[in-house]
């Protein structure tokens, strides 16, 4: 009788045995099979069912690391290509605006202003659309460029509008220091212009440096 249960036993560890082996060989042939197909986030699923199997099999912990590699490599490349195709066309705007309007913000009179104030709008509403989306992504940084560049350059727009004729008050001290602080308190139209203009090509500058290295 001993010997009967003895067998039994010996049978049903076989019979387990195999069944364990056979669903490890499974989850990793379909592993093998979906990173021939480049689905590496399929075939993470596989090797994390084989390794539940087999924990410690160097096979699978190797094809689990090769996965996991080529599933963020191919996540990078999926969002940039994602940045270029949301913020290029953003970013081509910008710059024929820039090119247009020149170096000096000076000679853009209040009728070109007023046309130009619409389209400035909608862009920032575009980007707005956009940022929550990729504030904690890679490109947080360049979109922030953007951003600002976007900004400046309507605040500027608004500045000419207005067109607030205001001198700059020294009161007796034409240090460069208090002529500076002066100019950042007032109110001119040409002197805010100036300056976020200025902001505005500073900004996609740096931009245009980080875009540059992504094409």
């Given amino acids: 009788m001993l010997k009967s249960v003895s067998v039994y036993l010996l049978l049903f560890l076989l019979c387990t045995s195999c069944t364990l082996f056979d669903e490890y060989e499974q989850s990793m042939e379909q592993a093998r099979n979906a990173m021939k197909s480049s689905d590496y986030a399929k075939a ?7 390794l539940i199997e087999q924990p410690n099999n160097a096979d699978a912990v190797s ?3 090769m996965a996991e590699e080529n599933l963020a490599k191919q996540q990078e490349e999926i969002e940039h290509d994602k940045f270029l195709e949301v913020f290029t066309p953003i970013y081509e705007k910008l710059s024929s605006w820039r090119g247009s309007i020149g170096e000096e913000i000076e000679f853009l009179t209040i009728t070109e202003a007023e046309i130009l104030l619409p389209q400035v709008e909608k862009l920032q509403n575009e980007i707005e659309a956009n940022i929550r989306e990729w504030q904690s992504s890679s490109y947080s940084i360049e979109i922030g460029y953007l951003d600002s560049a976007t900004e400046s350059l309507y605040l500027c727009i608004i500045a000419i509008i ?5 001198p700059v008050e020294l009161n007796g001290d034409h240090s460069r220091s208090n002529v500076i602080k002066q100019m950042l308190r007032s109110n001119d139209f040409k002197i805010r212009a100036d300056f976020l203009y200025t902001d ?6 740096r931009f245009e440096e980080l875009y540059n290295k992504h094409k």
């Fill in 44 to 50: 993470l699923e596989s090797l994390n069912v084989a």
């Fill in 162 to 166: 207005e067109n607030i004729s205001e």
């Fill in 200 to 205: 505005f090509k500073s900004s996609m500058n």
């Fill in 63 to 65: 094809l689990k690391k």
